[in-house]
């Protein structure tokens, strides 16, 4: 959409400045997604390569609310389980953010528990005798004697 101030600034001569900035823009953001669709290729090349061609969706519209991811983003989907039951990226800042001076980039992925399980149960793919209540804790290990010894 064409702003009025733009129109009055192409009436009164003064928008080669304006285009060009607008151009500048334009030519940073192509590089940049010729930059990505390449890494796309890269990775769909490699998954296709493995025989999972079939089973690969690209997205160029998939956002993570999380903003420590720095390249692709992913969700992993079950057919029949409604949504991703697992979602992951790759990041290549995050543990800079608390070792410091660390530059170690990396991918990582968690998985959607309530909607895996879900999906289990709804199927019947849970077996009947696997332990289905668990309980996990942390005990703290006693303090050694002294004995009055040093």
Do not use: C
Request: net charge negative; aromatic share 12%.
């Amino acid at each position: 959409m064409v702003t009025t101030e733009l129109i009055k600034a192409i009436q009164n001569g003064e928008y080669d400045e304006r285009f060009s900035r607008i151009y500048t823009d334009i030519d940073s953001a192509k590089e940049r997604f010729t930059a990505a669709v390449g890494e796309f290729e890269k990775l769909y090349g490699a998954l296709a390569s493995s025989g999972y061609a079939d089973n690969i969706m690209i997205d160029l519209g998939l956002v993570h609310k999380i903003d420590y991811y720095t390249g692709v983003v992913f969700r992993g989907y079950i057919e029949g389980a409604g949504e991703a039951v697992l979602s992951g990226g790759r990041y290549d800042n995050l543990v800079g953010l608390f070792v410091k001076n660390a530059k170690i980039s990396g991918v990582g992925f968690g998985f959607g528990d309530v909607t895996l399980e879900n999906f289990l149960v709804t199927h019947k793919l849970v077996p009947d005798n696997l332990l289905t209540n668990a309980w996990m804790g942390m005990q703290k290990e006693p303090e050694a004697e002294n004995n009055g010894e040093n």
